[in-house]
């Protein structure tokens, strides 16, 4: 299942609403997660069943969609999300992760 | 805490072969499934094999099946990746992550998303 995340980077204010999104080749039904990766780090998780915020993770995170189509929102763009994200669907394997959206601050 | 730490990567010429290991701690090991990910240089995310709790079940990436083999050693809380046939396509970094919310039902097993990543080991292919 290839997972398209789009824009591949964007470039946002502090405070402002950012929002990716995440196409899946096919049906997977809610089986997706989000991912935040810094440079030099490990991805974290901090959505999964494309809508449940995983525990710990800030409420300005958020996530919606089933079926094919997904978005992933920052509510209010902070300093320290500066990261990559990635979408992953784990409906059926081979398990399989979206390109990555790069996220700056302007 | 929950931790994974990942070892045994290093410099490898093509066309050899190299085993990393994952020790965890903080968690009873034999009750999840564990994922090998791996992010080549500047790339993206790309899942890589998978193993279940009782190490029956294993799955992989088409790009390695053949080549690499996941394996676990639940009485010493490790998970193993034997890598053979490596070419340069194979340099990257190889993380070890829990599986959030793997489970059996009968002969069936169920992957999820991963809630807890080592910080990677990295493996270069290069002559």
């Known amino acids: 299942i290839q997972l398209t995340q789009s824009p591949s980077s964007l470039s946002a204010s502090v405070g402002d609403k950012v929002t990716i999104t995440c196409q899946a080749s096919?049906?997977?039904?809610?089986?997706l997660s989000w991912y935040q990766q810094k440079p030099g780090k490990a991805p974290k998780v901090l959505m999964y069943d494309a809508l449940n915020l995983e525990t710990g993770v800030p409420s300005r995170f958020s996530g919606s969609g089933s079926g094919t189509d997904f978005t992933f929102t920052i509510s209010s763009l902070q300093p320290e999300d500066i990261a990559t994200y990635y979408c992953h669907q784990y409906d059926k394997l081979p398990l399989t992760f979206g390109g990555g959206t790069k996220v700056e601050i302007k | 805490q929950v931790q994974l730490v990942e070892s045994g990567g290093s410099v490898v010429q093509p066309g050899g072969s190299l085993r990393l290991s994952c020790t965890a701690s903080g968690l009873t090991f034999t009750n999840f499934g564990i994922h090998w990910v791996r992010q080549s240089p500047g790339r993206g995310l790309e899942w890589v094999a998978v193993i279940s709790h009782d190490g029956i079940n294993k799955n992989y990436a088409d790009s390695v099946r053949g080549r690499f083999t996941i394996s676990r050693d639940n009485s010493q809380n490790t998970l193993y990746l034997q890598m053979n046939s490596l070419g340069a396509e194979d340099t990257a970094v190889y993380y070890c992550?829990?599986?959030?919310?793997?489970?059996?039902?009968?002969?069936?097993?169920?992957?999820?998303?991963?809630?807890?990543w080592g910080t990677g080991t990295t493996v270069t292919v290069s002559s």
């Open positions: 992550a829990r599986d959030a919310k793997y489970y059996r039902r009968g002969w069936n097993y169920y992957y999820f998303y991963m809630d807890v």
């Open positions: 096919q049906d997977i039904r809610k089986s």
